[in-house]
């Protein structure tokens, strides 16, 4: 079946400007996921879904950032007024929810601000 | 505070050279200890889950296996494919939450 998306693959913005991110969980997950992954660094937890609602956001870095999610599947994550330090690859991961905590990942958005 | 440590940073091994990988964790009750593995440019791929001291997992040439303070990656007879980084996670019963704590990774380079 298909695994999880994320679009674009490759974003390169202007600082200042606002960037949104796209996540396409596995059909069915219930549990979504957004990482963030810099160069030589492990991945930092920003967001945690289950269904339409974030019980968790604590690693989101400041209010620049927000994430939504609809439908209890597509999420988009936003960062506004960007800023050089948010270059990274921002990946998403959804799982089942119930029964397994796997979480399965997507190929990762390349975000570079200039 | 639950924490991972991989060990070593980077592994260089020659085709058919066995050797482990080692994750030491500290956590407040485990839900699930995870191993991924990370090639350049793409996100990690799910390898096993290991729930319990004692537990073992296999798959090809991967065998990953449990206890109470540590897993390690065993990986026997390596091929250049096997190349990548090989990413450790502990889920903890803490709270409500199903946040992964993550180690750093350790990157295994196969030489033919």
């Known amino acids: 079946g298909a695994g999880v998306s994320q679009s674009p693959s490759n974003k390169v913005t202007e600082k200042g400007k606002d960037v949104e991110l796209r996540c396409d969980p596995i059909?069915?997950?219930?549990?979504l996921y957004w990482y963030r992954q810099s160069l030589g660094q492990g991945l930092e937890f920003l967001i945690y879904?289950?269904?339409?609602?974030?019980?968790?956001k604590s690693g989101l870095p400041s209010d620049r950032f927000s994430a939504e999610r609809t439908g209890g599947s597509v999420s988009t994550l936003t960062i506004q007024r960007t800023q050089q330090e948010d270059s990274a690859v921002y990946l998403c991961?959804?799982?089942?929810?119930?029964?397994?905590?796997?979480?399965?990942f997507g190929p990762g958005t390349r975000l570079t601000v200039l | 505070e639950d924490q991972v440590t991989q060990s070593p940073e980077a592994l260089r091994l020659q085709e058919g050279e066995s050797s482990s990988l080692n994750c030491s964790y500290t956590?407040?009750?485990?839900?699930?200890l995870f191993w991924y593995r990370q090639d350049p440019g793409k996100g990690p791929e799910f390898l096993f889950t290991?729930?319990?001291?004692?537990e073992e997992k296999e798959k090809e040439r991967l065998k990953a296996t449990l206890t109470k303070k540590e897993s390690f990656l065993h990986i026997t007879a390596p091929k250049p494919e096997d190349s990548a980084t090989y990413l450790c996670?502990?889920?903890?019963?803490?709270?409500?939450?199903?946040?992964?704590?993550w180690g750093l990774g350790t990157s295994l380079a196969v030489n033919p």
């Open positions: 956590v407040s009750g485990l839900r699930g």
């Open positions: 991961a959804s799982s089942p929810g119930t029964g397994g905590y796997e979480q399965f």
């Open positions: 996670a502990v889920q903890s019963y803490a709270g409500n939450n199903r946040k992964l704590i």
């Open positions: 059909s069915g997950h219930t549990a």
């Open positions: 879904f289950q269904g339409n609602s974030a019980p968790d």
């Open positions: 290991l729930y319990s001291a004692g």
